[in-house]
C-alpha cells in the first residue's frame, strides 16, 4: 500500500527497485493523468521508463480533478485515471464524487494527494477510489500501485470478449466485427485485439491489408506451451489500438478441434488487451458452442430474411439457454435496402428472435466493395458515411458504455410464419 500512515516511514528504493525487476508486465490499457504541478506530470510520465509499463499508453493534462471532469464530460474514459490534487481533506471525496458522474463504472482511479490522513485515505477506498498515494512519492510506487490493480497475482482479467457471428453463411458479421473494433479503437481509445477463428477462410488479414508470418493457428496448436510472450510474438498491429490474431487461410489440412482448444488463447488475452474481438464463424461445434457460453458479449448479425430469421432465433435461444445468468446475445440487422428485395421489418424481426436490436446497417456495394478490395475499414474508405455511427454505436454497446433505447420500431414486408412468433 503506498499511503504512509504518520508513524511509518517511507519505503527504501531497493526493494522497489528488486520488484521491478520480477514482477509481471502492466497489460495494454489506457492511462491519462490529471496533473496540478509540472513536477507532478514529471513523476508520472517517468513511471514509463519502468519496464513494467511497456505495454501502456499513458498522457498527462493539466487541471488535476476539475480538468478531468472538464475532460470526460464528452470524451471516453480511459481504463485508469490519475489525478492529482491539493484540495484540504474535506473537499477530496465531494470533488471525487463530481469525477465518478462522468466516468464509466469499469475506469478506476488513483488518486495523487499531499495531505497524508489515515481516516481520508480509507474514506476514498470505501467510496470506490482504487489507491491514494502522497506526495513526494517515487515512480517506482506509483508503478507498483498499478501493478497491484492489474497485474498482480489473483488480479481479474481487464479484457472484455465480444463474439460476432452471422446467422446464415454470408450475412456480414467479418466485417462487422472489424469495423466495430476499428471504432472501438479510434473513438475510445482503447486497445483491441481481433481474433480470426475461421482458420480456412478467415478474413481478418485481408480486410487490413496484412499478411503476417503467424497467428492464431501457431497459438492454438501449441497447445499448453502458448503464453503471453508467445501471443505478443504471434499478434500483428494492423493500426493504432488494433492488433490481429489472423487465420492462416489455408487448406492443406483439417482445422478441427477440441471443445475447449481455444480456452486457454481467450484467458491470455483477458489478461492484456482490454478488448478482445472474436471473429466467429458461421457454424455449429463443440468449440463454437463453448465459446458462445463463455464469453462477455455474444452478437448475432443477420440479413432481414426467413432463413436468417429462423436460424437467429434458434441461435439466440440456444445461446441464452447455455449463458441463463449472463447477458443476452444481442442483435445487428446487416444488408438492409437489397433492390428489389422483400425485407422482414427490423422490429418485428428483433421481436421474433427475441434479442436487443442494436444496429442496423443499410446495403451501399460501392463502399463496401471499394473497402474490401482495398483492405481498409469504411472509415477509410468513406470517413462521413453514417454507417460509421452505426459501428460507434455497436462498440460504445458491446463495451457497456452506452445503454441502448430499444429497438427500431416495428414494420414488415413480409407476414411471418406462427413458429416465429414472440410468444406470451
Known amino acids: 500500500m503506498s499511503f504512509l500512515t504518520p508513524d511509518q516511514p517511507a519505503q527504501n528504493e531497493e526493494p522497489a527497485a528488486e520488484i521491478a525487476s520480477g514482477a509481471r508486465l502492466v497489460p495494454r490499457i489506457t492511462i491519462q493523468a490529471f496533473c496540478e504541478h509540472s513536477q507532478t506530470a514529471q513523476l508520472v510520465e517517468s513511471a514509463l521508463h519502468d519496464r513494467r509499463m511497456s505495454k501502456v499508453a499513458l498522457t498527462t493534462h493539466n487541471g488535476g480533478i476539475d480538468g478531468a471532469v472538464e475532460t470526460y464530460k464528452a470524451n471516453p474514459t480511459p481504463n ?17 464524487g463530481r469525477l465518478a458522474e462522468v466516468c464509466d463504472a469499469s475506469t478506476r482511479v488513483i488518486v495523487l494527494g ?9 474514506e476514498l477506498i470505501r467510496s470506490g477510489i482504487s489507491e491514494y498515494i502522497v506526495l513526494p512519492a517515487t515512480s517506482a510506487e506509483i508503478v507498483t500501485a498499478i501493478t497491484d490493480l492489474y497485474a498482480a497475482e489473483g488480479a481479474a482479467p481487464i479484457g472484455r470478449t465480444v463474439g460476432f457471428i452471422s446467422a446464415k453463411g454470408g450475412a456480414g458479421s467479418s466485417t462487422i466485427a472489424h469495423n466495430v473494433a476499428w471504432a472501438i479503437a479510434t473513438n475510445l481509445r482503447q486497445d483491441c485485439l481481433i481474433v480470426d477463428m475461421d482458420l480456412p477462410f478467415g478474413t481478418a488479414g485481408l480486410n487490413f491489408n496484412q499478411d503476417p508470418p503467424h497467428g492464431l493457428a501457431d497459438a492454438v496448436l501449441a497447445n499448453q506451451k502458448v ?4 501471443l505478443d510474438r504471434l499478434m500483428s498491429k494492423a493500426a493504432n489500438h488494433i492488433n ?4 492462416p487461410a489455408t ?7 477440441e471443445e475447449r482448444q481455444f480456452e486457454q488463447v481467450i484467458e491470455i488475452c483477458q489478461k492484456s ?3 478482445i474481438v472474436l471473429d466467429i464463424p458461421h457454424g455449429w461445434t463443440a468449440w463454437t458452442r463453448q465459446t458462445l457460453a463463455s464469453i462477455d458479449d455474444v452478437v448475432i448479425i443477420a440479413e432481414p430474411d426467413l432463413a436468417n430469421l429462423r436460424n437467429a432465433k434458434n441461435m439466440a435461444d440456444a445461446i441464452k439457454s447455455m449463458r441463463p445468468t449472463d447477458s443476452a446475445p444481442k442483435l445487428v440487422l446487416n444488408k438492409l435496402g437489397i433492390p428489389r428485395r422483400p425485407e422482414i421489418g427490423a422490429g418485428e424481426f428483433a421481436s421474433s428472435v427475441e434479442c436487443e436490436l442494436i444496429g442496423q446497417i443499410g446495403f451501399d456495394a460501392a463502399v463496401f466493395g471499394t473497402a474490401a478490395n482495398n483492405g481498409q ?5 468513406a470517413a462521413n458515411n453514417k454507417i460509421n455511427e452505426v459501428y460507434r454505436a455497436i462498440g460504445m454497446q458491446v463495451t457497456g458504455r452506452q445503454v441502448s433505447h430499444g429497438a427500431a420500431k416495428p414494420g414488415s414486408l413480409l407476414k411471418l410464419p406462427a413458429l416465429f412468433k414472440k410468444r406470451a
Open 80 to 96: 485508469l485515471i490519475v489525478v492529482e490534487t491539493t484540495l484540504p481533506p474535506d473537499d477530496i471525496p465531494e470533488a471525487l
Open 114 to 122: 499531499h495531505v497524508n490522513d489515515v481516516l481520508l485515505y480509507r
Open 227 to 230: 503464453d503471453q510472450t508467445m
Open 244 to 247: 490481429l490474431l489472423t487465420a
Open 251 to 257: 487448406l492443406d489440412q483439417t482445422w478441427d478441434f
Open 273 to 275: 488487451v482490454p478488448v
Open 377 to 381: 475499414m469504411i472509415a477509410e474508405v
